[in-house]
């Protein structure tokens, strides 16, 4: 048996072209693109990479992006001011603030003060309560894009076995709430877990974000398990100087035993700005009075 494997990639490509056609439409009903303001403070060289990924998806997908890049000696009240600003700003639907934050600037904080209608990352905890109630709001990008790829794969998840392994405030904690939301029988594994490997062989449905890599064997899982790996880990150079990415999930030896299975990279990663697009485009609608569709 040989897993097959969830083409993130691709779908994200599709899910970035139904957001292009809807933005569309909604410039011109509103007479303006969405927008999204991405906040960056400091120079970490991923989140710069990060954010200049954003500015070009969202330029390719019609909407209206503006960077904020301010330097790491930005203090809290100087960052908080600026957010202030933003939700006060018509022509911003979103706001992102990139994370990490440098010392000593509260992330907490910050988060706290950007508007919950304009939280698209869905950090802020009125989304999360939302969430874990069952009221429409904004989701944490990555784990909404990992539920649209497990439904795009198994269609309906009611009543399959799913274990989420991690239990983070960005992955673990909103993609549990959104398996239960699915009818799904959940457990939110985490490094306390007595007995991983059992809890993790009896699942349908396995989601992997624990940011270690190759934690998790392939003997772990029941075969034809669906396994999503969030984790994007960059080994040491080889004797070739060449790193490689790879997954929270050994690869090579979960092939052999799942039904399907997410590659990395090429799986999870290509759907969380595909995904943060589509939140934005639905910040957009709700601000301006207008019916959203999902595009899932």
């Known amino acids: 048996m040989s897993a097959a494997l969830i083409d993130g990639k ?157 239990r983070s405030n960005i992955v673990g904690k909103p993609m549990a709430q959104l398996l239960l939301g699915e009818h799904c029988t959940v457990t939110l594994a985490h490094s306390r877990t007595r007995d991983l490997a059992a809890v993790v062989r009896r699942a349908d449905v396995v989601v992997v974000a624990i940011g270690r890599p190759r934690a998790i064997p392939g003997t772990w899982f029941k075969p034809g398990a669906i396994v999503i790996d969030v984790g994007i880990n960059r080994l040491p150079p080889e004797a070739d100087g060449r790193s490689r990415l790879v997954g929270d999930v050994d690869f090579e030896s979960t092939l052999d035993v799942a039904g399907a299975i997410t590659p990395v990279p090429g799986g999870v990663g290509p759907m969380t700005i595909a995904v943060l697009l589509r939140n934005t485009l639905q910040a957009a609608h709700q601000r301006a009075g207008l019916p959203f569709s999902s595009l899932t």
């Open 10 to 166: 691709a779908f994200a490509a599709g899910l970035r072209e139904r957001v292009a056609h809807a933005a569309a439409h909604f410039n011109a009903k509103a007479g303006r693109p969405p927008g999204l303001a991405v906040v960056l403070v400091g120079e970490d060289p991923a989140s710069d990479v990060y954010v200049r990924s954003k500015a070009r998806a969202c330029k390719e997908a019609g909407l209206r992006s503006t960077e904020h890049r301010l330097p790491a000696s930005t203090t809290q009240v100087e960052l908080l001011a600026l957010v202030e600003r933003l939700n006060a700003d018509d022509t911003v639907d979103g706001i992102l603030v990139q994370l990490p934050l440098p010392a000593p600037i509260d992330e907490a904080a910050v988060l706290a003060a950007v508007s919950p209608d304009k939280d698209v990352d869905g950090f802020h905890v009125v989304n999360a309560g939302r969430l874990a109630t069952g009221v429409s709001g904004f989701v944490p990008c990555t784990p909404l894009g990992c539920l649209m790829l497990l439904k795009d794969r198994l269609g309906s998840l009611a009543g399959l076995d799913a274990v989420v392994v991690g």
